[in-house]
């Protein structure tokens, strides 16, 4: 078996790799028959040195191998026809900017696996970057906080190098009395947490947060159970809500009323009530004016958030009174941060807990006949169709 490790050629430019050259010597020191070949590229987190170093091919030879692994979409262009590949596609929200890539897939005969639908038998997925995206979608949210009240000033998570980085970053800073509410428990949420742990911030249950004043900044990390309530008044449970979304209504606001800064880092499902709306920030007892949004739904749960920001210029503000953008600085805005990649800003953390990740769930399945049907869950075309359960993409390439 012959994996490829491919360049990426998205716009802009992603620095991520599915295999690390750690990694990839992993792989060949595990698996006696496989194989690999890295393409050369000017822009990875690694340079093609740091594979060569470790005794990896580097070569522009993809032609060559079984499997392509990539992270970002492969422009339509360089698809390589009859090849099997894994990459964040995209498409499986039938989002229309990327119909044309799965039509191409189709017409090359490609085998697409998608990183999003590797899953295991319980249906979770094994393989993702959300741990990252909330590691540094928090240090985002607290340099915009500084940035808004000109009270400190952080540098660039992209201009640092690793996670410990980051952290001693943030225990430098003074803050004021502040509460930071952070919402998810998944691995954003977990992410994020890690960094307000590693800053040393005090963490309190939701009646504390809620109900008492204190004299040093804190946190609470809250989940779908408490800030959702069903409308019929009868007691729920996360479980429930996830499966009948439709029947709650959001119990968020007690919080929006105490909170200075919010960390968004929950999932966010089809039929789900809004944390808050463009109603609820317009009103006198709303206080949020820092929003870290790292879920990044636009015009959805978080209505402060209208539009994705950049690496390059993080953070936009939002006038509840205008619904509209506005000066972040101003005093009525909410600087709202929401990168859409902040996993990029970390590439080398993020690959090697990424790789780690695939080596452990996937490379197996090439070697052991796919015996728990990793590839087989993954596998959203085949023979140039798209394959059972994927077939409701049907009408977006129609």
């Known amino acids: 078996m012959k994996f490829g490790i491919i360049r990426e050629r998205k716009n802009p430019p992603d620095k991520r790799v599915v295999l690390s050259p750690k990694a990839c010597q992993k792989v060949l020191n595990t698996y006696s028959k496989a194989e690999i070949i890295v393409e050369p590229s000017p822009i990875r987190a690694y340079a093609d040195a740091d ?40 498409t499986i929200k039938k989002q229309p900017y990327n119909r044309d890539l799965l039509r191409a897939i189709l017409d090359k005969n490609i085998e697409l696996y998608d990183h999003e639908v590797i899953t295991n038998k319980q249906e979770q997925r094994v393989v993702a970057f959300g741990r990252y995206a909330g590691i540094v979608g928090a240090y985002n949210g607290f340099r915009a906080y500084g940035l808004k009240y000109d009270a400190f000033q952080l540098p660039k998570a992209n201009d640092l190098p690793d996670q410990q980085a980051l952290i001693e970053e943030l225990k430098n800073i003074k803050l004021p009395n502040i509460k930071v509410l952070l919402t998810g428990r998944g691995r954003v949420g977990n992410g994020a947490r890690e960094m307000l742990d590693g800053m040393g911030m005090r963490r309190v249950n939701v009646t504390e947060y809620l109900e008492d004043t204190f004299k040093e ?22 479980a429930n809500f996830f499966a009948h979304p439709e029947e709650y209504k959001s119990n968020f606001f007690r919080f929006a009323k105490v909170t200075d800064f919010y960390i968004a880092g929950h999932f966010y499902g089809q039929g789900a009530p809004y944390l808050f709306t463009r109603d609820d920030a317009k009103h006198v007892d709303f206080k949020i004016k820092v929003v870290a949004d790292i879920s990044c739904d636009i015009d959805g ?98």
Do not use: W
């Open 51 to 90: 594979y060569q170093d470790l005794d990896i091919t580097v070569a522009n030879d993809m032609e060559s191998c079984d499997v392509l692994l990539g992270v970002k979409e492969v422009p339509i262009d360089a698809l390589i026809p009859n090849k099997k590949y894994f990459f964040f596609s995209h």
């Open 301 to 398: 749960p978080v209505a402060s958030t209208i539009k994705p920001s950049t690496i390059a210029d993080p953070i936009y503000g939002y006038d509840p009174a205008t619904e509209s953008e506005a000066d972040f600085k101003n005093e009525n805005a909410i600087a709202v941060m929401a990168v859409d990649n902040l996993p990029c800003e970390l590439p080398r953390d993020a690959s090697e807990g990424f790789g780690e990740a695939f080596i452990k769930n996937v490379i197996p399945a090439f070697f052991n006949n796919d015996k728990d049907g990793v590839l087989e869950r993954a596998r959203m075309t085949k023979e140039g169709k798209l394959t059972e359960r994927f077939s409701y993409l049907k009408d977006y390439i129609a």
């Open 217 to 238: 900044p804190v946190y609470c990390q809250i989940d779908a159970g408490e800030y959702n309530k069903r409308k019929d008044g009868v007691r729920g449970n996360k």
